[in-house]
């Protein structure tokens, strides 16, 4: 019986311990009915949105229409059939556990193909199975990322530059363009590197006539998928990019992430294989070596001198830590270990493998902490019940208790419940706002056009709760929920996740909760009847007049009623309103003659307009009918309303 012996260069022994690392990630994902991620729920809720839209009792037709991406259809192509024929949760985790597979196998063929001593610092790579672009919720981005590493396997496993490995090269790089293009122009700077070096210094230009002909297809699905997003898709949809350059720990934390020991070796024994080629320029190394040294360096330099964000692509620079952390980190040369003692050589795959199952037993207990701290957020997913309509969510605590000092969070800027509208929308069927249904190149649905108009809340007030002198401020997250549950008077019902005082607060304003598990919440607006009457001389020109209506102490309109779609009785207009039961404020858009609104409240009370124009009408179910008028404007410049809400 052949006796396993640990020398780098032994296969045996590395593959052993591959499959064994295999099964701690399967098991790390296939443990848990659902792992929470940040951007997960959205690819999720798309994809099942599509293969449903012939069901009519979810009613995604009535929001949706089927499209076909150009590219990042990584994700797709795993969950897609899958969801069709198990469900989607089913689906989920079989599909992570199959992106997380590719990962580790792709990193163990990646290193083993540039040479055959280098398999344990594919091990160590295989780590990065559970790395920060899968709890972000990249799917597509992992999935193309991961497909990328069989891609550079291919290409250094065999020297041949002949037709037709340049044409395999080419549809595998088109392939990947197509599972995400970030990911396809990464691998392709590889490549370029890789073809260049391997040619003779006289065979050079010839050389980059085989360059483009691996990049062009790919080339092609990019330059259509950017003409299409600026076009038809996110071109329309700039995101915040004032914080322009990212900290200098998201390479190593925005890779791996976790605890310092996790998120830095990779990184540590990237940056040393650089270091060690830059202290021997003089001796002889191989052509791979070199294509790895250029292009890893130059994609690490990217990943820390890049913007974090761009105006139309958010966490940009960090999508070139992947591959520049693999490069590099592969061309240490750890096959010369068989020159040296076998102690040594036990040693150095003792720690890279046993770095693997440290990180890999970390991920699983991390993963059991997101799921525990995630229990009443999920637990209404099972819920036997449909919502065909459109659903707003209401997400006050969304980051599971991640420091609001990113630096110091196991997973930085994930907050894992941050779309969780979209898996009840995926469970039970409906619309929810701000979805990944906007771009015809790399989005499965469309949103049809009647669902673009509803509102959607700004989240920035959100983020003030997260703050941690905000958490015990009772009148700050009152205000926060207000204004956010404003925008319920536009859909059919809510998915709330707050505390349970922040439900009481939500039956205080009118809603009616169907269903509740401590401060989750499954409710409808139903509101208080209130009706306003405005008197209007007989011919008065009102066609550009509108009566503003808000929820205290929310600076925001609400709604808005034309007066010209208001009832007339006699010389009033009276407009019959159902809004909320706690205080609100009026006002007249667009007044004449420089008048404001006043109204008459309860009993002999007087509501005078502030310097904008609003007028406080107090608990709206307390007052069901307000008579106002109009009259000259009093000025209060320099007096703040009482309801004011205070956080930017």
């Known amino acids: 019986m052949k006796i396993l012996r640990w020398p780098a260069q032994d296969p045996h022994a590395s593959l052993l311990v591959v499959l064994l690392l295999l099964s701690g990630v399967v098991l790390s994902i296939s443990s848990f009915d659902y792992l929470p991620t940040h951007d997960g729920p959205q690819h999720v809720y798309t994809i099942h949105v599509r293969n449903h839209l012939d069901d009519s009792s979810n009613g995604y037709s009535n929001w949706f229409e089927p499209n076909i991406p150009v590219s990042a259809v990584g994700f797709d192509v795993l969950f897609g059939p899958l969801d069709a024929m198990l469900g989607w949760k089913s689906a989920l985790r079989i599909a992570l556990m199959a992106m997380a597979t590719l990962w580790v196998v792709g990193a163990y063929c990646f290193a083993a193909a540039i040479h055959p001593g280098r398999r344990w610092v594919g091990v160590a790579l295989g780590a990065a199975a559970f790395q920060w672009s899968l709890y972000m919720g990249f799917f597509s981005f992992y999935v193309g990322s991961a497909f990328g590493l069989f891609v550079l396997a291919f290409a250094f496993g065999r020297t041949s530059a002949s037709r037709p490995r340049i044409g395999w090269l080419a549809v595998l790089l088109l392939v990947q363009a197509v599972l995400h293009l970030m990911a396809a122009v990464v691998t392709g700077l590889v ?70 020991w996790r998120a830095w070796p990779l990184v540590a024994l990237a940056v040393s294989g650089l270091l060690l080629a830059l202290s021997r320029r003089g001796e002889r190394r191989s052509a791979e070596d070199h294509a790895l040294w250029l292009a890893g360096g130059v994609l690490l330099a990217a990943g820390v001198l890049l913007p974090l964000h761009l105006r139309y692509w958010e966490f940009f620079s960090v999508r070139f830590a992947p591959l520049a952390v693999c490069t590099l980190a592969a ?22 493998s046993g770095f693997a199952f440290a990180s890999t037993a970390w991920a699983f207990s991390y993963n059991a902490v997101l799921v525990d701290r995630a229990r009443i957020a999920l637990s209404g997913l099972d819920l036997t019940i ?67 108009r509803l509102p959607a809340a700004n989240s920035r007030y959100v983020l003030s709760l997260a703050v941690p002198e905000n958490s015990a401020d009772v009148a700050l997250r009152e205000a926060v929920t207000v204004y956010l549950a404003a925008n319920a008077t536009y859909y059919d019902d809510i998915v709330f996740l707050g505390r349970p005082a922040d439900v009481e607060l939500l039956k205080w304003l009118g809603f009616t909760i169907d269903w509740q598990n401590e401060g989750l919440a499954l409710g409808r607006f139903r509101g208080c009847p209130l009706t306003v009457r405005i008197p209007v001389a007989d011919g008065a020109i009102i066609d550009q007049q509108q009566l503003e209506i808000g929820w205290v102490p929310a600076l925001g309109v609400t709604h808005r009623y034309p007066f010209t779609r208001a009832t007339r009785e006699a010389d009033d207009l009276v407009f019959v309103l159902r809004q909320t039961c706690g205080e609100a ?27 904008d124009g609003r007028v ?31 956080p930017n």
């Open 585 to 611: 404020w009026l006002r007249v858009a667009n007044p004449p003659d420089a008048k404001t609104l006043v109204c008459d409240g309860a009993g002999d009370d007087v509501a005078a307009a502030d310097a």
């Open 386 to 452: 449909a919502r065909p309509g459109a659903r707003l969510p209401i997400l006050l605590d969304v980051a599971l208790d991640r420091p609001h000092d990113e630096s110091q969070a196991m997973m930085p800027f994930v907050a894992p419940l941050a779309n969780l509208g979209k898996l009840y929308a995926t469970a039970q069927g409906g619309f929810v706002p701000e979805v990944f249904a906007v771009d015809p190149a790399i989005h499965a649905a469309l949103l049809k056009p009647s669902a673009r």
């Open 331 to 352: 061309t240490l040369p750890i096959e010369r270990l068989a020159t040296h003692s076998r102690p040594i050589r036990i040693a150095v795959a003792t720690a890279l």
């Open 191 to 260: 490549l370029a590197s890789l073809l260049w070096f391997r040619s003779a210094p006289g065979q050079r230009v010839a050389q980059l006539g085989r360059i483009a002909a691996v990049a062009l297809p790919a080339l092609c699905v990019v330059s259509i998928t950017v003409w299409i997003s600026r076009t038809d898709g996110v071109g329309a949809h700039a995101v915040d990019s004032s914080q322009t350059f990212g900290p200098w720990w998201i390479v190593g934390k925005c890779f791996m992430g976790g605890p310092d």
């Open 616 to 646: 406080g009408i107090g608990v709206a179910r307390d007052h069901p009918e307000l008579n106002c008028r109009m009259q000259a404007k009093i000025s209060t410049a320099g007096e703040a309303p009482p309801w004011e809400m205070t």
